[in-house]
């Protein structure tokens, strides 16, 4: 009798957060908690799986809570720019495809999708030394596109996102590559292969303001979907900040993004366990 | 190669880059030691690990699909996100019967070469491959003016056909887990001719030096071929017995599919 109980209960609670999933969320904040039970600035837990795909040349999977990413690097080889002979190329793409979440459509990338792109690609200029992708000056460089596959979306991709690149920055390995002037050929050695050196590790942390109400660290879709503001901090390994976004209309206090500022760097060494 | 088309809506790298000449591969024969690489025999397929419901959400978000799947065969990794029976978004010709629709991408770096992030031809020939591979297993008379649609990624392939065969398999395994009324679980395995016989479940390095490939999908417990694939020069004997080859690699499939399902039952 008492399980009955239990399990309508329980398809009662589903019902109503089906029917009506604000006033769901907002019973659970209005007692300072959240659906989830997760307090307030608590992050979900991360596993990160360097370099489980053979046909890239570094890759990463992600996992934050129930949000799924792939970060796969392909390497090919490109004529630099005239303007920077010595600097290679890398471009990041996010793909958040019909497969992760309905709200995406098949096709061309939607908004979200075009806008974490980018600004991963931003952020990326902080993870490389583009000169280190040098094969010979004016002549030849490598060229690393690195594409983000998300496979599920339950909130904050661009946290994993981020995590998923710098992961598989660090398990990125080159071949030994040489460039014949004669022919204009570049050769390489797939048995010598080599690591290339990271600037400098980023480690993000994104916080929401639920329903103008409070900040939420690592928000889940279900969160997302009511949030009227987003906080992406992200800081390098030794504490200092490298950016700070924040998106939305809604506000927030001054007081409340030094308290993300200071959780960011709390944030930064939890993830660091993670990728070492 | 790859001519990176300008794109507005991506990152865009330079205009035009190359693999580089590796200087280390030698020509590698598949079969030179008069077996398989990877010690298979000749008809077995590669190990598969399956696992349903990963896409699923946990709470009752409206956004997360019906039903999921990824699926590995050796190296090959594909994740498939069914969704439906929902509102049809086209106005369907046979209201009466549902419809079922397929999306298939390859991840950029899921290949030996960078993919393009725009659907190639061939992927949409491999969706429609899919659709009416699996399409024959499906009640869709229970779905009138619905419609169930599959989003098929391949994390990574190898093997041209083994990388179709493994996203029919992973496709039914989502659609049983999404609920969706089936006759039967469609089970697809490939096949690939080297000097006059059947080699089951190829990797890429076994496929390229093959003359000749052969996929086979169809219901085990209906017995029947829901499709057929062949490419390559053979005699109408050897098609035969890949055939019914095929067809005993697929009732294998079938029953680690099976198994697995019926295990997240209990």
Request: aromatic share 6%; with cysteine; net charge negative.
């Amino acid at each position: 009798m008492v399980e009955t109980g239990q399990a309508a209960a329980a398809v009662a609670m589903q019902t109503f957060e089906r029917i009506h999933p604000v006033e769901f969320q907002r019973r659970f904040l209005g007692q300072n908690t959240r659906h989830t039970g997760r307090e307030f600035n608590q992050f979900r837990a991360l596993k990160v799986i360097k370099g489980a795909i053979s046909t890239a040349q570094g890759s990463a999977t992600v996992r934050l809570g129930n949000t799924t990413v792939v970060c796969g690097i392909k390497a090919e080889v490109c004529e630099p720019d005239v303007k920077r002979p010595t600097a290679g190329y890398l471009t990041t793409n996010v793909e958040l495809s019909p497969m992760c979440s309905a709200r995406f459509r098949a096709g061309a990338p939607s908004d979200e999708a075009q806008v974490a792109s980018e600004h991963i690609y931003r952020l990326s200029m902080h993870l490389l030394d583009l000169t280190s992708l040098c094969i010979e000056s004016g002549k030849a460089a490598w060229s690393l596109s690195a594409d983000i596959v998300c496979l599920k979306h339950d909130g904050n991709v661009v946290d994993a996102a981020v995590i998923a690149l710098v992961a598989a920055i660090e398990d990125l390995r080159l071949p030994r590559a040489e460039f014949d002037s004669a022919t204009g050929v570049v050769s390489a050695d797939k048995e010598a292969l080599g690591h290339v050196d990271v600037k400098k590790r980023l480690f993000p942390a994104t916080f929401v303001l639920v329903d103008d109400l409070c900040v939420v660290a690592d928000a889940d879709d279900a969160e997302e979907q009511m949030a009227t503001a987003s906080l992406l901090v992200v800081m390098d390994g030794e504490g200092k900040l490298v950016n700070l976004w924040k998106r939305g209309a809604g506000v927030i206090s001054r007081e409340a993004v030094e308290q993300c500022v200071e959780r960011a760097r709390e944030r930064m060494s939890e993830i660091a366990k993670v990728l070492d | 190669m790859s001519l990176n088309i300008t794109d507005r809506r991506r990152i865009n790298g330079p205009q035009r880059s190359v693999e580089p000449v590796y200087t280390t591969t030698s020509p590698v024969d598949a079969f030179a030691a008069g077996g398989r690489m990877d010690g298979r025999a000749l008809d077995q397929v590669r190990p598969i690990f399956i696992k349903t419901g990963p896409l699923d959400a946990q709470s009752l978000s409206a956004a997360a699909p019906s039903g999921s799947a990824y699926y590995e065969q050796g190296k090959i990794r594909v994740s498939c996100a069914v969704y439906g029976p929902r509102q049809g978004r086209k106005s369907s010709n046979n209201a009466r019967m549902g419809t079922f629709d397929c999306d298939f991408k390859y991840a950029p770096f899921s290949c030996s070469w960078k993919r393009s992030h725009v659907k190639t031809s061939d992927e949409k020939e491999i969706a429609l491959m899919l659709e009416q591979a699996v399409a024959p297993a499906i009640r869709l008379d229970a779905y009138p003016k619905a419609s169930v649609d599959a989003f098929v990624t391949v994390i990574e392939s190898d093997g041209k056909a083994a990388t179709i065969a493994a996203a029919i398999n992973c496709i039914s395994a989502a659609l049983a887990d999404a609920g969706i009324e089936l006759y039967d679980s469609v089970a697809a395995c490939s096949m690939s001719l080297h000097s006059e016989q059947w080699v089951s479940d190829c990797s890429q390095i076994e496929e390229n030096a093959s003359s000749c490939s052969l996929l086979v999908a169809r219901m085990p417990s209906a017995d029947e071929v829901t499709y057929l694939l062949q490419h390559g020069k053979t005699t109408p004997e050897q098609t035969q017995q890949a055939i019914q080859t095929c067809a005993n690699d697929c009732t294998r499939v079938y029953a680690v599919i099976c198994r697995y399902l019926q295990a997240t039952l209990e």
